[in-house]
């Protein structure tokens, strides 16, 4: 079994980054809008605190778990929502130390998780180390919103092979959330990340290829960017079709971004 301390190192390393942004806003700034209709940057922080005690939750205490996953099955297309705007009601000194708090409390609960342990979600059981994947994921693509809102531009780090990770293990997934048959091959995916190393998923002769950045492709599945603006390519017309749906999260897409000339998207 791999040892999942990094990634469990990369995802305090992320939030860190994202504290460090957002720590010394006037409250005026924490009431900025992002590009998440509805969604100031309080919102923002607010929902990654509410998923990071609601992780906590499923790694410690799985009976008090699935009453929220019961509150969620009432409410499911509002319970996310509703969870961001009660956060962001609060103070924003209120709001940054909760999400210190819960995700510091969530850090110590998945290192101490005995191996093989799996802990219940939303969907299917998650291991420690994928739901700290799936907070990192989280974190960094909320993080792009509030940087996008400040004009801040991040310095890409190669934390993003876990999201990258995601969103090639999630292409069928994103086939079948729009009723579509997910194609029957695998596509080989090579993807430059920020160190100059060559991420490769996939087998090397496959017929159908999506190459280009990494940044560039994790901003693509995480719905931060249209692909009009983005440096991904893809050869074959199932690998085509799949760069318009891709998707590293659960759950309904939304809209996405608008493509930068201003086209709906």
């Given amino acids: 079994m791999a040892d999942p301390t990094p990634v469990f190192d990369d995802l305090r390393a992320e939030s860190d980054e994202l504290d460090r942004l957002v720590a010394g806003l006037s409250p005026e700034e924490w009431a900025l809008d992002t590009p998440a209709p509805r969604w100031t940057i309080a919102h923002q922080i607010a929902h990654l605190a509410w998923t990071d005690r609601a992780s906590l939750l499923a790694a410690t205490d799985a009976k008090g778990f699935a009453v929220l996953v019961e509150k969620a099955l009432s409410a499911p297309d509002s319970f996310v929502d509703e969870g961001a705007e009660d956060g962001a009601r609060l103070p924003p000194v209120e709001v940054l130390s909760g999400w210190r708090e819960g995700r510091a409390a969530l850090d110590a609960a998945l290192r101490e998780a005995p191996p093989g342990a799996r802990f219940p979600w939303y969907g299917p059981p998650m291991s420690a180390a994928s739901m700290a994947t799936a907070r990192l994921m989280e974190t960094w693509a909320h993080g792009q919103d509030v940087a996008d809102t400040l004009g801040v531009e991040r310095p ?110």
């Fill in 156 to 265: 890409p780090t190669d934390r993003l092979r876990h999201v990258a990770r995601i969103g090639v293990r999630a292409r069928d997934y994103a086939f079948g959330m729009r009723g579509l048959t997910p194609p029957a091959e695998e596509f080989r995916v090579e993807l430059a990340a920020p160190s100059g190393d060559l991420w490769t998923y996939g087998p090397d002769d496959a017929s159908q290829r999506v190459t280009g950045p990494a940044l560039d492709f994790c901003l693509l599945v995480t719905w931060r960017a249209h692909r009009d603006d983005l440096a991904v390519r893809a050869d074959g017309p199932d690998a085509d079709r799949w760069l318009d749906i891709a998707q590293a999260f659960a759950g309904p897409p939304g809209t996405g971004r608008p493509p930068k000339g201003g086209a709906t998207p």
